[in-house]
């Protein structure tokens, strides 16, 4: 059951982005996929959920998501995501694969088409922008007091998430995009192996002929064609 939405009654952007599935903003909220009692082989760290992620309830679904399912196994359906495909392995009993988002809330107000939008104190949808949109290599080098608290809570609810995540000897963490670079970096400065850092696969950026020879782009393609193929 949805919680009742009280109009009027703006909140921090701090309190949105904390959200963990159990609160106020629950109906935003898109969760991560990540199997249970397996040893992960790759896990995935994207940025956050837009329109199609807030419709369908699952990370990576969209547009993005399919360029790259399109990608690492050129043989699917081109309609499949690879959010989509991931559930699908979990159901098979296959959970070497791990999502996540740095946030499982929008960090875009377009992302709510359709849908209504949280009422968050003015200038939050701003701060949340220009923490999602900055190309610092870290926190401190952010510009703004608020955007430093808001990546700081996102770091703290990430750090949180993939402490969980049972990595295996030989898993790797996917860091897809400078924000979740960044953020990877900040929860897990020391983490070894180190994370495969590979653009976002948003307007089919892992297609670009300038990512072609991308040791790390190719790395994880390597790893996922080596997954069983969709049943």
Not at 16 to 23: F, H, I, L, P, T
Request: proline share 6%; glycine share 8%; with cysteine.
């Amino acid at each position: 059951c949805k919680p009742p939405l009280q109009r009027g009654f703006a909140v921090s952007a701090i309190d949105y982005v904390r959200e963990d599935g159990s609160g106020m903003y629950r109906q935003w909220h898109v969760r991560d996929l990540v199997p249970s009692n397996r040893a992960l082989e790759l896990v995935f760290v994207f940025e956050s959920p837009h329109v199609d992620e807030l419709s369908v309830g699952l990370p990576v679904v969209g547009a993005a998501g399919k360029s790259a399912l399109r990608y690492l196994a050129p043989g699917q359906s081109r309609d499949l995501s690879l959010g989509r495909f991931v559930q699908e392995r979990h159901a098979a009993g296959d959970g070497r694969i791990a999502i996540l988002n740095v946030s499982n809330v929008p960090m875009q107000a377009a992302a709510f088409v359709g849908v209504e939008a949280p009422e968050l104190e003015e200038g939050d949808w701003t701060k949340i922008g220009r923490v999602r949109r900055s190309k610092a290599r870290s926190i401190s080098s952010l510009r703004g007091s608020g955007e430093r608290a808001i990546a700081e809570t996102l770091v703290d609810g990430l750090r949180k998430r993939l402490s969980a995540v049972d990595l295996g000897v030989e898993g790797r963490v996917v860091a897809a995009g400078t924000f979740a670079q960044r953020a990877v970096a900040a929860a897990f400065p020391d983490l070894k192996p180190e994370p495969l850092r590979v653009p976002h696969p948003s307007f089919n950026q892992w297609f670009r002929a300038a990512n072609q020879n991308l040791p790390a782009l190719i790395n994880v393609k390597h790893r996922f064609e080596h997954q069983p193929s969709r049943a």
